[in-house]
């Protein structure tokens, strides 16, 4: 899945858990950390979401000052007004 480049870069990967995964990387200048994640949506147990967050806020505090950190991917995906029935074409979208 990685390219020659990234491939050379890459030096482990850590799964926290079902929603969370830990990456490390060489650069130039320092190390990379990417954690990719998929929280909870908002419908989900406030415990759920507490516990989601706490884990991201542990993840994040392992991480060396020094590192470039990224955090990516599906944080919440349900925000915003309530759209259940609409239905929207490309064309709308444009």
């Known amino acids: 899945m990685l390219d020659n480049v990234a491939e050379k870069a890459f030096l482990d990967w850590r799964p926290i858990n079902e929603r969370l995964l830990l990456a490390r990387f060489n650069s130039k200048y320092s190390k990379l950390s990417v954690i990719q994640c998929y929280s909870p949506t908002n419908d989900t147990k406030e415990e759920e979401k507490e516990n989601f967050y706490n ?8 991480i060396p000052r020094h590192n470039v950190l990224i955090i990516m991917g599906n944080i919440n995906a349900n925000v915003g007004a309530d759209n259940t029935g609409e239905k929207i074409t490309w064309l709308e979208m444009a």
């Open 55 to 62: 884990e991201l806020q542990a993840i994040t505090s392992t």
